[in-house]
């Protein structure tokens, strides 16, 4: 398998925390695509995703699978059990609901912001602005890291009383608003003993440049 990686990008991180997870870091070559210099917009990329966005996994017999929670699904499924989107037909539906309320509500939220109300990824990749969304968006992920840190204060993870890909969506989020400059964490303590749990797994060593 070909993972289409970029090294310091929030949701590449959700896939190489995923493959180390399922200790498939070993079974893919990884490719590093240039973001900031705008390669994943070539004609060749877009042939393996026409959203235009990083990561991709390229399957052996060619099959390209963007969106991060689809690459997860098929990496848990592709080596059980199925620890990071659940096995029984409960914890399938709970960690979907908790893996895109957080993914909408936090890293998506923050994304938006970032594209829309700040300079983003520089003029070049950054064709529109429109600070009154990029801001309603900030909102939006304030009042998720907030109903987030209650959640925590309930449930050690995400989904509730075991890791899931809803945890590493989270993380993605507080990453990304970390590169945008936005301060979620401050007076959210469970939040942060959270992120310490999730720090102290091997597979978080993977993230960063
Ligand atoms: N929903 C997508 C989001 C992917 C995404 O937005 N990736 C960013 C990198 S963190 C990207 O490729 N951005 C390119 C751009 O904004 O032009 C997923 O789950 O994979």
Redo the contacts with the bound molecule.
């Keep these: 398998m070909r993972f289409f990686d970029?090294k310091g990008?929030?949701?590449?991180d959700r896939i190489r925390i995923a493959l180390a997870e399922k200790g498939l870091l070993d079974d893919v070559t990884i490719i590093q695509v240039d973001?900031s210099g705008g390669e994943?917009r070539s004609t060749d990329f877009l042939m393996r995703n026409p959203s235009?966005?990083?990561?991709v996994l390229e399957l052996d017999d060619g099959t390209s699978i963007?969106?991060?929670?689809a690459i997860t699904e098929y990496l848990d499924t592709f080596r059980p059990p199925c620890t990071l989107t659940g096995s029984t037909p409960k914890q399938k539906g709970v960690i979907h609901m908790a893996q895109r309320q957080i993914e909408r509500g936090l890293l998506d939220a923050i994304?938006s912001y970032f594209?829309y109300a700040t300079p983003g990824?520089g003029p070049a990749?950054e064709s529109h602005q429109n600070h009154d969304w990029g801001h309603h968006c900030l909102d939006t992920a304030i009042r998720t890291a907030s109903s987030l840190n209650d959640r925590l204060g309930r449930m050690p993870y995400v989904a509730g009383e075991e890791f899931s890909m809803a945890d590493i969506t989270g993380f993605a989020g507080f990453s990304f608003a970390e590169i945008a400059n936005v301060e979620l964490r401050a007076g959210h303590d469970h939040i942060e003993r959270w992120l310490e749990r999730l720090m102290a797994r091997p597979s978080f060593g993977t993230v960063g440049n």
């Excluded at 963007?66 to 929670?69: D, H, L």
């Design positions: 970029c990008f929030p949701n590449p973001v994943h235009a966005t990083v990561p963007a969106e991060c929670t994304g594209h990824l990749l």
